[in-house]
């Protein structure tokens, strides 16, 4: 996933709940394309000096471990054409196949103010998850955060996303290019 960009160098987390009150989560400085044991930090939810070493999003994914107990894994991430698509649309409706069957319709969540978002962050993502009884929250011009308690599961929903969003905006691009049958 790295390599297509849904992580980059210092921005993505990815996390894994490993006992009721802990979990495992990536450094603050981890490159996802090489990520080891070094780069993995085991954290309590009460939190210690290992929490500055930790992904700036260690504290959402406390959030949503505390607050859904079918999240398993967690992740954060920054797909391009999802991302991008999320800048102009409310919406995503997929029109391909696997898009429509195994995501349908997702409402693009608009945080407003990015000034202070990382303080409401905390609240907001695991509290959208619930009311909308989803497990996948795209936010504008921000990314992805969605939660699974399969990880195979989690990385197949994104990338259909990411191939759906990617369809949609060739579908909306107007560059005089056309088939006409």
Known sequence: MFRKDFYGIYHGALSA???SNRFVINTNE???DAIDDEH???LYFDEDYRWNDASIDAGIHKGIYK??????????SMPPFTTAYSLEHNIIDPKDYFGHQELGQITIYDPKNFD?????????IPKYF???KTNIMVIRGYGIYAYNRNLHEMAKQLAILEKSCRLLMLENEDDGIGFDY
């Open 30 to 32: 981890a490159i996802f």
């Open 67 to 76: 607050k859904i107990t079918d999240a398993k894994f967690i992740t954060f």
């Open 17 to 19: 709940k490993t006992e």
């Open 40 to 42: 993995l930090l085991e």
């Open 130 to 132: 619930i009311n909308n």
């Open 116 to 124: 202070d978002w990382y303080d409401r962050a905390v609240t907001e």
